[in-house]
């Protein structure tokens, strides 16, 4: 089993901050790639960012320059640090991590974020 729990979410001002965080426990062994993906009210789940193992990141080109993925390998936990918040960033934003044993994918349940005025 494996368990992956997000915080971090809320709601904030457009121009605010927030950082997520996503804390992987449970049968791990070695998590290869990590990332975190958002799905807006009526739009398909996207990308946001990932990160590999070695630390190489991809980011959606909405969010380049603005948020800013890590993870700390000891702790199994990936960050999202999130700045120059805007309302279209308003989403349920999951992590995700891929797992180099089994080569399969795990999700999180979500956490809601609001860019609101």
């Known amino acids: 089993q494996v368990q992956l729990v997000e915080s971090g979410g809320g709601l904030v001002q457009p121009g605010g901050s927030l950082r997520l965080s996503c804390a992987a426990s449970?049968?791990?062994?070695?998590?290869?790639?990590m990332g975190w993906y958002r799905q807006a009210p009526g739009k398909e789940r996207e990308l946001v960012a990932h990160i590999t193992s070695g630390g190489s990141t991809n980011y959606a080109d909405s969010v380049k320059g603005r948020f800013t993925i890590s993870r700390d390998n000891a702790k199994n936990t990936v960050y999202l640090e999130m700045n120059s918040l805007k309302p279209e960033d308003t989403a349920v934003y999951y992590c995700k991590i891929n797992l180099y044993v089994t080569g399969m994918d795990y999700w999180g349940k979500g956490t809601l974020v609001t860019v609101s005025s």
């Open positions: 449970g049968s791990i062994f070695s998590i290869n790639r």
